[in-house]
């Protein structure tokens, strides 16, 4: 059975930074890509961040250069390190397995909520 467990969110200030972790089970951690979603209020939910196997990232262009992805595979954990928060950075994030066309492998966690006070 998947599992992917989302933490690390909270409310913040702009300029702030925050680490987001995502644990997961019931998958060969260390074969996958993985990534981080945002869901801001309003919109579909997008892909910002992922990272393969390899180590090899790819960031949105929203988030290039704030946001830093990283994996622990022994841990079968990734993380998301978001600097100088924005408020349009608010959101739901979300971990998962990044399939075909970049669309989710896996049914949601729960998420865990930034909300970016300007």
């Known amino acids: 059975q998947v599992q992917l467990v989302e933490s690390g969110g909270g409310l913040v200030q702009a300029g702030w930074s925050l680490t987001l972790s995502c644990a997961a089970s019931?998958?060969?951690?260390?074969?996958?890509?993985m990534g981080w979603y945002r869901q801001a209020p309003g919109k579909q939910r997008e892909l910002v961040a992922r990272?393969?196997?390899?180590?090899?990232?790819n960031y949105a262009d929203s988030v290039k250069g704030r946001f830093t992805i990283s994996r622990d595979s022994a841990k079968k954990t990734v993380y998301l390190q978001i600097n100088s928060l924005k408020p349009e950075d608010t959101g739901v994030y979300y971990c998962?397995?990044?399939?075909?066309?970049?669309?989710?492998?896996?049914?949601w966690g729960q998420g865990t909520q930034v909300t970016v006070s300007s």
């Open positions: 990272i393969f196997s390899s180590g090899t990232t």
């Open positions: 998962n397995r990044v399939g075909l066309e970049l669309r989710p492998f896996y049914s």
């Open positions: 019931g998958i060969i951690f260390s074969l996958a890509t």
